[in-house]
């Protein structure tokens, strides 16, 4: 340019819009910024206090592997599958009324409270004298994590908008699965401890107990239990609260976590539960959700619980099962986190599930079917991977398709205490009877897949219908304009 020439100015307009440019990219980076900050808080130490939920939950079948079926009698009869099972009971009945009562006592009272009871039942496990008293403690298990898992979804689907849960899910769950696979290093571990001090190497993976002579008697060292009641403890001071009364944030920082899910879904504050909205809330699409959770769970199940004695089925030996264990659950981590965010990225659920669906579908045919053992091993990484995803995009799915605080906590927990369902089933699926093999199991869980996608192909239509009608008739969905239907 010519020094002599006058310099050019930006007209009114132009330094208005380039204001408000610069105002939206700070906007912007200020909301990613507390995003990240949310996302720190929430998300790891939720996954830590799942994954000992996990760990707690699944180690009846490693426990079993290394001493506990024979000190029990657990392969007589159906008394494995008794032990199993009867924690989904009370697991399944309690989700709703304990997470309407986390709307009443706030997250950090109850979760805390519930993870530091259920630490506690888990070295209770440790001295069980017979089969039946062992029995008693899962269901007692089963009583104090019944609203946990739910608990967790509400209180993530709350913090986030719509496409932004499914991911944040994933990394949850997925620290919990991966941490819950090394659970059965860490179970091979304390199993090398057998006939130390006096105690069976199922014991000391259940609490570590020192009951050597009567001199340790009344002395607990402990190990797995301990651990899931030190995070309790920790839990009660780091736990989040609902966005509109959290502590780690500034008020303006809430303003605007409220007001990004105003503006997503119109439910930033929660709303009074009336018995109103309570039966209106159990509509044909939550028994939908509900449906396609379980035929998930069934297949999640089916691995947590009896990867181990697969592997003892396919003629490796303790040591080797539990060590394998692991692998299944890593590669399942990986393959969620990457279905996750591109479920989110593309704004699509009905698509990802699917395909998913097919891969765990694929994993049993294998692990069932498969000639060689190389690649019915290979086959589980499938199955867990598969039916990993599909649990992480059905919540995310049926969250994505719902408005208002009450509704949510109703629906994800009728919801998840599908999965306990799902849980029972495969516990009385894969039989004592049908080892090493368990092919009636694999077959049932093969069904259920098949079962899921016939589901998510009748929801998508349906809200692909919605839809149309909400943009060419301007008709509201779920009472909020210009809301439209996750597919």
């Known amino acids: 340019m010519d020094p002599g020439m006058p310099t050019p100015t930006m007209s009114g307009n132009d330094a208005e819009a380039s204001l408000l440019a610069d105002s939206g990219n700070r906007r912007t980076v200020l909301e990613r910024r507390i995003i990240r900050q949310v996302d720190w808080r929430l998300l790891p130490i939720l996954g830590v206090l799942y994954a000992l939920a996990l760990i707690d939950r699944t180690n009846i079948s490693i426990a079993r592997v290394v001493g506990l079926e024979q000190d029990l009698g657990l392969n007589i009869g159906n008394r494995f599958s008794i ?74 689907s709350i913090w986030y908008t719509r496409h932004e849960v499914q991911t944040r899910l994933a990394i949850f769950y997925v620290v919990a699965i991966v941490l819950g696979g090394f659970g059965a290093l860490f179970a091979y571990a304390l199993s090398l401890l057998s006939g130390k001090l006096g105690v069976a190497g199922w014991a000391w993976i259940f609490a570590s107990v020192l009951l050597s002579s009567p001199r340790y008697r009344h002395v607990l060292q402990i190990i797995e239990g301990a651990i899931t009641i030190a995070f309790g403890i920790f839990g009660w001071f780091w736990l989040p609260g609902f966005p509109h009364c959290n502590e780690f944030l500034s008020a303006e920082e809430t303003d605007i976590v409220l007001k990004r899910v105003q503006d997503d879904r119109g439910d930033s504050l929660p709303d009074l539960l009336s018995w109103k909205k309570f039966v209106a809330a159990f509509d044909w699409r939550v028994w939908a959700y509900s449906f396609m959770f379980l035929c998930s769970t ?9 990867v181990t004695l697969i592997l003892r089925g396919l003629g490796w030996g303790v040591s080797a099962s539990l060590l394998l264990s692991a692998p299944p659950f890593i590669f399942a981590g990986i393959s969620t986190v990457l279905f996750s965010s591109l479920s989110d990225h593309y704004r699509q659920r009905a698509l990802y599930i699917a395909m998913q669906c097919l891969v765990s579908l694929v994993g ?5 079917f498969a000639p060689s053992g190389v690649w019915r091993y290979g086959g589980l990484f499938l199955a867990n991977a598969g039916s990993s995803g599909t649990v992480i995009g059905i919540l995310a799915y049926s969250s994505n398709n719902i408005v208002s605080h009450s509704k949510r906590a109703i629906v994800s927990s009728v919801v998840i205490s599908a999965g306990g369902v799902g849980g029972l ?28 996608l016939a589901v998510l192909c009748a929801t998508t239509l349906y809200f692909r219908k919605q839809n149309a009608r909400a943009i060419q008739d301007s008709v509201q969905l779920e009472g909020h304009p210009g809301f439209l239907y996750t597919l």
């Open 364 to 368: 049993w045919t294998l692990t069932g």
């Open 425 to 452: 089933i495969a516990s009385n699926i894969f039989t004592q009877a049908s080892a090493p093999r368990y092919l009636p199991g694999i077959v049932v869980t093969m069904i259920s897949q098949v079962l899921l």
């Open 83 to 156: 032990v199993v099972g009867i924690y989904f009971v009370p697991y399944t009945l309690f989700q709703l009324p304990s997470n309407l009562l986390l709307r009443k006592m706030g997250p950090r009272k109850l979760l805390s409270f519930c993870v530091i009871a259920w630490g506690a039942v888990q070295l209770a496990m440790g001295f069980v004298p017979n089969w039946q008293l062992l029995a008693f403690l899962r269901a007692l298990l089963g009583t104090l994590e019944a609203g946990f898992f739910p608990s967790l979804v509400y209180l993530i």
């Open 298 to 306: 069934i297949s999640t199940y089916g691995v947590g619980f009896f």
